[in-house]
């Protein structure tokens, strides 16, 4: 059995290679690719995915799964090798269900489709990405087809970012939202005009107080590299290669809050056990629990009274002709402004969860209603103006802002929600462990937080469901309370401070 | 017919996609990995090397090959589809003697240790290093073996480099180098201290000069791209994505040089006609060719006089504290200095090919010969002191100098002075049709020339063999006359001048 073991082992080790290697191309293309390279770069990931989708789909594959059944059985539930089969059993009778072709087509067209959208974003120019969205949509409802029977469409989507939720529990916790976010935010959204949050600050030294605070977090030159891209993410190469990317805007000190979102999602997959190295869970679990960590650390670390107490005379020493004459709670209630605004990435704790919100219905609607991809910037602007009450002047801040529906990544949206939901679960729950996290922070000190969440989430990889992993972490499902709660303490206090 | 050869081209495509894939991650690993992910990246490179081999060898595109040999019969010689099914018969021939584990061992074991090596170097650390020449040396017997038989055993090492090229030419060539090279360098050495070419040169101004020299050579951003490595090497992941890789030093002007040597590769490649885009002629077709072109750039049109009267005044004004006293005759005559040094990449003209002759003679006898791993860096020592009358002072500006033996590339020395001799052919040749390079150079002008090699090198790729392409383009074989005539002329002229 061991020897079969082994066997499994050595298949899921050349197929984990051949996907990261997947992921550091994307990364490299969108990093640092002339853009000369693009159309033989589309054609090799289309091979990589073809390759890695074929190899992982063999029936010998199956077979060994069947093999390993009583050798799974005779190990501890939690154990790493009963966890690698159980769960690559569940990923091989999902990846069966999708043709190879149509798996590389994917991938092919995502590639090609993100070169168009980056300069379509670029020049505002939503007609030149239309048909891309369209090709996109079409090879979308071939791979739901792939899926029936099921309950609700958009459920294989989300199953894909999200293993085993379903649509209506999404509906549920954004009912609960938007239900306590519209009058919050009607409460404590303000048009204080915080003139010195539009710099200039040079970009230079944004890069290095970014780097001053994602090394306190869990960052480390020996395995990590910080680079500028369009838009932000976090790849991984290998546990010990993690690659954040982020951007630099002179009018603006949101590259701080990306560049501690991107650590997050980082020191998630770079605290993955090391015994998972080169198999299929050596990744964070689903997109919201990576989500979770990513806006733990952005805001509820990164946007908290004590953070700002240890970094701000950093930052204003930095920037002394912005910053020289504003007090740190000037500072501090100007990152916390409620203030609604067109991109999702900077927008602010209270309104990001309705940028959310009118993606994951518009989405929904393009996918399985009558909206139309001619329709649908119309449609973007109505719907912002419904949530946050502001005209969208044009496709670059409204329908062109985001990545993910370029590369085809439907499903995906919601999951951000989610991750600010999951993310305050686990909050209320460590702090029943680290009663001292503010002195700490006030102290620049990250690691004890650091080291409950590596115990707690990062190290497990993929090994539980995200239903398991948060049961585990805090003893039950989803629920949207903490979040709301959270909002509404701080922003609560920060209205009559 | 077009059928079976359009699956050739699919089958074709998804290998090459596989390489240049490969390609990447090995410019990645030396310009942007983080440390941490080495070993991960290791297994990444020996699978996609697994995998290529496998999908390379096997029998259905052996098959596929002879069902096309009428097709190719009914075609031009010159034709892409004729070339294509000639070139790939001799490579699937070449491949099948070679085991793939022992292929992907090989890749393996050359990402590992020249990470090892690359340490080594840092510290003149040979005793660390040598283990993994060792096992280096090991594998290289087992890769001979699989060519059994052969007049030399050289000979199946200088094949990869230099298809067709036996181990005595070679011998024959460098006799003629070596007899005509000693006295040379004898009557022309000089102990001259040209000490305004000890800097300091401020980095950054250095990269903006090589910028500015190679974007005149053929480098665009659309497709190049030019990072900082520690051993410089150009790569290629498309013909339309070139990386080349360069170092700075403030003590010297060397990476002028550098970059236009990267650049004469990344040309080459660059230009291969884009109807062989993903195949495995898209490149260029050895390592002698690819170095004549490196070195033609960076020595006969690089250091001429020509040259220096369009860019001397731009370097000048770059670093007038330096330079400000010194005229263009001077300048001139310091980048052609003939003095013997310890670093080949930083050798001249006149002396580099010793450098060359003492790797080819010390990696046979470590292969073949009495000399061990443990004697070698005494060897190279006494060596080096026998051809350039030098004493070493440590391992890494000796034997540690080169990443070749510790990639396992044993019988790539002999090609670099091989370029030279190449280089010297063709640029005889071209100047029966181009007669007013020097006027043009004079104004910092390369496009015919580039034009010229175009045509008449780069776009075959490999379509032809070495041998082929030197017929085609000088009507004959490789021959040291034109490179001793060259260098005789230009260094009596400098010596009188």
Known sequence: MEERYAELRRRLGEIEDLRQTSELLFWDQTVMMPPGGASVRAEQLATLER????????????????????????????????????????????????????????????????????????DSDYERFRPWLDRTLELKHRYIAC???????Y?????????????PEVREVFDTLKEALLPLIAEVGSDEDDEFMRGPFPEARQHELSLQIIERLGYTPESFRLDRTVHPFAASSATQDIRLTTRYSEQDLTSLFTAMHECGHGIYEHGVSPTLERTPLCHGVSAAL???????????????????????????????????????????????????????????EATYSLHVILRFELEQELLFGSLTTADLPEAWNARFKEYLGLDVP?????????????GGSFGYFPTYALGN???????ERLQRDLTDLDDQFARGEFGALHEWLREHVYRHGRKFTPQELLERVVGGGIDAEPYVRYLREKFGALATA
Chains 1, 2 share one sequence.
Do not use: C, M
């Open 290 to 348: 990576h989500e979770s960590q990513s806006r733990l650390w952005e805001n509820v670390v990164g946007r908290s009274r004590p953070f700002w107490s240890w970094f701000y005379p950093q930052v204003r020493e930095a920037f002394p002709e912005v910053l020289g004459d504003v007090e740190l709670d000037r500072f501090h209630a100007a990152v916390n402004r409620v203030r609604p605004s067109f991109i999702r990435v900077d927008a602010d």
């Open 51 to 122: 390759l890695s989708h074929e190899l992982f789909v063999r029936d010998e594959l199956g077979s060994l799964l069947e093999e390993l059944r009583p050798y799974e059985e005779s190990l501890e539930y939690d154990s790493d090798e009963a966890s690698l089969i159980r769960v690559t059993r569940r990923d091989w009778e999902k990846a069966r269900r999708v043709p190879t072709e149509l798996a590389a087509e994917l991938a092919k067209l995502a590639s090609e489709s993100e070169e168009v959208w980056a300069h379509a974003r670029q």
């Open 394 to 406: 044009d496709d670059r801040l409204g329908v062109l802002q985001d990545v993910h529906w370029s």
């Open 421 to 427: 939901v999951i993310g305050l679960q686990i909050w």
């Open 155 to 167: 459920d294989p989507l989300l199953d894909d970012y999200e293993p085993g939720l379903r649509t």
């Open 147 to 153: 899926f029936e029977p099921y309950d609700d469409p």
